[in-house]
């Protein structure tokens, strides 16, 4: 197929036809006729705005989210911004439940959609923001008239993003935000523009719509808020998700197929395949397994990766040579690091200073020349004394259990490890996650760009 022929496939299936469209706006009424009822009840003015993708007409076939802001004056004090946004949410929405961003919100359902009931401050310029959420309208009234020739292609955007894994800017996915999607499409003029650009991408990539950015950024793609000189709008994406984006724009291109706009999981793996996966590899999986921490995404993600490092980082420095390493997280959270190396020697090289350093040198040598249990101290040929002394613990799995606790871990994973865990070694072991994670293992042993 060509590529024409493939995205004209792919936009039948994302653009929502009219009962969509009229169903969304009906909703949308409803809502928003609610939300001002409830602020003429409030002692303070304020607007009520939709916002997000279907306040721009960028929204893909299907999805069933709807975004109200309701924006208060700027000199509101934030407690009294806190109670009259929950005042409004708790009226758009009595079933929903509160959510907490920078402030709290009210989220829930309405006749089959999503909808979130978010309070911001309706500040003048974008550079004078008071939280984060009161950037968005601003977001909003730029796309305004820009974007409208680009929807569809915005929809394209979109579903190839989402199904090659790179779309969204939470902190467990670190992807492309809806609004750095159209920024990119309407940057390059189209989907099809987009992509061919991409495919030759070299990070660092500069993006300036406005040509107004006031400072440097360390990030493999820089995309300069067209209402904020001073913020990346891809600051989230990770230089991973930047990497994907390049090369299924590569493949898009080189074979156009309808797949790739396909979101796909792998068949789950059994306890029986784990084993034979670990088996062929001849590695030692090593992982902690403990009741996930009962916090938002965009807590536990980042927590979790610092902890990850963390592992990996112990195990690196004792010698067990980390293949790869992942985190997954449902009732339970893990994290898992893949060793090269199950068994170190009973003994291990400790270095001291150079023999010339006498004050230091002394004390080295003085510290274990009555040691029955070392071997020297010797001189290397460096000239600086050495001792061989016995290796504490011999496995990675030894070796994390006894070292656990004295490695940067979130707070949260913590709290959640000092509540217990099980530290699962091996195969065999490992095979008992399979019930929970057979999805996330199969990508694990299976993995695409």
């Known amino acids: 197929m060509s590529l024409e022929s493939v995205l004209e496939a792919v936009r039948d299936r994302v653009v929502p036809d009219g009962s969509e469209v009229a169903e ?18 409030l002692p303070v003015d304020a607007d009520v705005r939709l916002v997000g993708s279907t306040a721009r007409g960028t929204w893909i076939s299907g999805e069933r989210d709807v975004d109200l802001f309701v924006c208060f004056p700027p000199d509101l004090p934030r407690e009294d911004l806190r109670s009259h946004g929950l005042a409004v949410g708790w009226t758009v929405l009595p079933d929903g439940r509160e959510e907490f961003a920078e402030h709290p919100y ?15 401050y309706a500040v003048e310029d974008a550079t004078e923001i008071r939280s984060a959420v009161d950037r968005t309208p601003f977001h909003n009234a730029y796309l305004e008239g820009r974007i409208d020739p680009l929807a569809d292609d915005v929809r394209l955007a979109k579903a190839f993003l989402t199904a090659v894994g790179a779309y969204g800017s939470n902190l467990r996915t670190r992807g492309f935000s809806g609004f750095l999607t159209e920024l990119l499409v309407l940057e390059y003029g189209g989907f099809r523009e987009l992509l061919e650009a991409a495919a030759d991408w070299q990070p660092p990539v ?17 995309v300069v808020d067209p209402t904020d000189p001073e913020r990346n709008v891809a600051a989230v994406c990770s230089a991973r998700n930047v990497a994907r984006l390049v090369h299924y ?4 291109r080189a074979d156009p ?16 395949d784990v084993r034979a996966q670990v088996e062929r590899r001849g590695t030692t999986p090593v992982a902690v397994r403990f009741a996930a921490p009962d916090v938002v995404d965009d807590q536990l993600y980042p927590q979790l990766d610092k902890s990850l490092a963390g592992v990996e980082g112990t ?26 190396v199950a068994e170190r020697p009973a003994v291990e090289r400790h270095r001291g200073p150079p023999v010339g350093v006498r004050e230091h040198a002394e004390g080295f040598h003085d510290a274990y ?12 040929e460096v000239g600086r004394y050495v001792v061989e002394r016995p290796r504490n613990e011999r496995t990675p799995g030894g070796h994390l259990e006894a070292t656990l606790f004295d490695i940067s871990l979130g707070p949260h994973v913590e709290s959640a490890l000092e509540d217990g865990y099980e530290l699962l070694v091996g195969g065999e072991e490992l095979a008992t996650l399979a019930e929970e994670f057979g999805v996330e293992l199969a990508r694990y042993f299976d993995p695409r760009p």
């Open 369 to 380: 020349v009555d040691d029955p249990d070392v071997t020297g101290p010797y001189i290397d």
């Open 315 to 340: 195990l690196e420095r004792a010698g067990f040579d980390p293949l790869r390493s992942a985190r997954f997280a449902r009732e339970t959270a893990v994290l898992l690091v893949e060793c090269g």
């Open 257 to 272: 197929r309808e797949e790739l706009f396909d979101p796909h999981d792998p068949p789950p793996l059994d306890g029986g």
């Open 249 to 252: 724009a590569r493949e898009l």
């Open 24 to 41: 969304l706006e009906a909703v949308v009424a409803d809502l928003t006729e609610r939300a001002e009822a409830a602020v003429d009840e």
């Open 206 to 222: 500069v993006l300036d719509p406005e040509d107004h950015g006031v400072r440097t950024f360390d990030d493999p793609l820089v």
């Open 106 to 120: 009210v989220k829930g359902t309405y006749r089959g959609f999503d909808v979130d009931c978010v309070p911001c």
